[in-house]
């Protein structure tokens, strides 16, 4: 038999039970990880990691670059996917003790011009109503008013 009192047993046995946690994962690692499981084109995905600090604040900023084509599917509907990288690199870097933001880089030509952009390339047109039917209002105004309408001056 042993030499150990029940009350010595049970103390060993839960601290045995308690395994250690495990050493924290690293953020980009496991931020590559799901990235490169979301989109089609895994062997495009890179995560570029800089320290940064603003305002006196220091973090790690991660950004997330991908095919151009995948893009939608890093944002997901509604941006849910991206809000859900956010949590997880959040949660990460909390229990590592670091502060940590995440961005998705834009590639270049995957968004097309601002609006802004695109109504200036087409000239200053002092009477475009900006609602992009291709008529100014006051010539479709003033071609309803011609073609009779509802007006109540004519002579039946």
Do not use: H, W
Not at 139 to 154: I, K, L, Q, V, Y
């Amino acid at each position: 038999m042993s030499d150990m009192t029940e009350n010595e047993e049970t103390q060993e046995s839960s601290e045995s039970s308690r395994a250690p946690s495990p050493p924290p994962v690293p953020i980009r690692t496991m931020l590559e990880e799901i990235v490169r499981d979301v989109v089609s084109m895994p062997d495009a995905v890179r995560i570029d990691e800089s320290e940064r600090d603003e305002d006196g604040d220091r973090f790690t900023l991660y950004e997330i670059n991908v095919d151009p084509s995948d893009l939608g599917k890093v944002i997901g509907k509604n941006g849910r996917t991206a809000r859900a990288l956010r949590a997880m690199v959040n949660a990460l870097a909390a229990r590592s003790r670091v502060q940590a933001e995440m961005e998705i880089v834009e590639p270049e030509g995957s968004r097309p011009p601002a609006r802004d952009a695109r109504d200036d390339a087409g000239g200053d047109d002092a009477s475009d109503d900006g609602d992009d039917d291709g008529a100014d209002d006051e010539t479709a105004d003033d071609g309803e008013e011609e073609a009779g309408g509802d007006d109540d001056s004519r002579d039946d």
